[in-house]
């Protein structure tokens, strides 16, 4: 059984940055991969970066690519997306998952959630 509580989100201006903090509970956080999602109104849950259990595999969504990174310490049981260049098409909200084998990394199929941190881009 894994927890996850993300944190970090907020309101931000067109152009800034946001740092979100993923922290899981248990002893064997260095054995999951890890992902983050996001889910803005009226649209369904979508992948946005992910990190395998080792951190030397990353993988991200094409509309994020060069302005998120994922990193991981598995010392601290905490996994990060770091946020920059944000725009107004980022606003969602953002979601931590957990799975030891996933389908994909970009699969919603992860076995634990968070239950999501709110970040607003304005124009």
């Known amino acids: 059984q894994v927890q996850l509580v993300e944190s970090g989100g907020g309101l931000v201006q067109a152009g800034g940055s946001l740092r979100l903090s993923c922290a899981a509970s248990g002893r064997t956080f260095g054995t999951y991969a890890m992902g983050w999602f996001r889910q803005a109104p009226g649209k369904e849950r979508e992948f946005v970066a992910a990190?395998?259990?080792?951190?030397?595999?990353?993988y991200y969504a094409d509309s994020v690519k060069g302005r998120f990174t994922i990193s991981r310490d598995n010392a601290k049981n905490t996994v990060t997306l770091q946020m920059n260049s944000l725009k107004p098409e980022d606003t969602a909200v953002y979601y931590c998952?957990?799975?030891?084998?996933?389908?994909?990394?970009?699969?919603?199929?992860?076995?634990?959630w968070g239950q999501g941190t709110q970040v607003t881009v304005s124009s």
């Open positions: 998952a957990a799975d030891q084998n996933p389908t994909s990394p970009h699969s919603t199929n992860y076995k634990y």
């Open positions: 990190i395998n259990w080792s951190g030397g595999s990353t």
